[in-house]
């Protein structure tokens, strides 16, 4: 019974994380990309991770919110070691506001990747850290 509550906690997070990074995504684009655009972000609301990959593999300057978007396209397809790579190495240059969100994205890629000590170390930070909507998932 508690690991089938526990699943429906976590499939209720990863829902939950990913209307969140929408409505973040429409926050920090003024509402919308146009169909011209090519940014990170309007791939990212289309769902094109082939030219999602490209885009963040041609070398040029990214923002913070190109890389946090880059982590969950990754996390969306399980890509959750390259996903972990990203958080971690850009952890510092994410806003405070994203930040604690960044964090529970590592920890579940710390957790699908079997890095438990690392994921328990992350989890004791983000009990502290946390706003009290994510620290409920914790």
């Known amino acids: 019974m508690g690991k089938i509550k526990k699943k429906g906690v976590r499939l209720y997070f990863y829902r939950f994380l990913a209307a969140l990074t929408i409505v973040v995504l429409l ?35 990214l923002s913070p ?21 990203i958080l971690e190495r850009h952890a510092d240059s994410f806003p405070a506001e994203v930040k604690p969100y960044a964090e529970m994205t590592l920890l579940l890629g710390y957790e699908n990747l079997k890095r438990i000590p690392e994921a328990l170390k992350t989890a004791a930070r983000l009990e502290k850290t946390a706003p009290a909507d994510l620290r409920y998932y914790v």
Not at 65 to 77: F, G, K, W
């Open 27 to 61: 926050f920090l684009s003024g509402g919308g990309a146009s169909g011209a655009e090519v940014s990170p972000a309007s791939l990212f609301q289309r769902r094109s991770w082939a030219a999602m990959d490209a885009f963040y593999s041609a070398g040029r300057p």
């Open 65 to 85: 919110m190109d890389h946090s978007l880059m982590a969950n396209a990754l996390r969306i397809q399980n890509r959750w070691a390259e996903a972990v790579e």
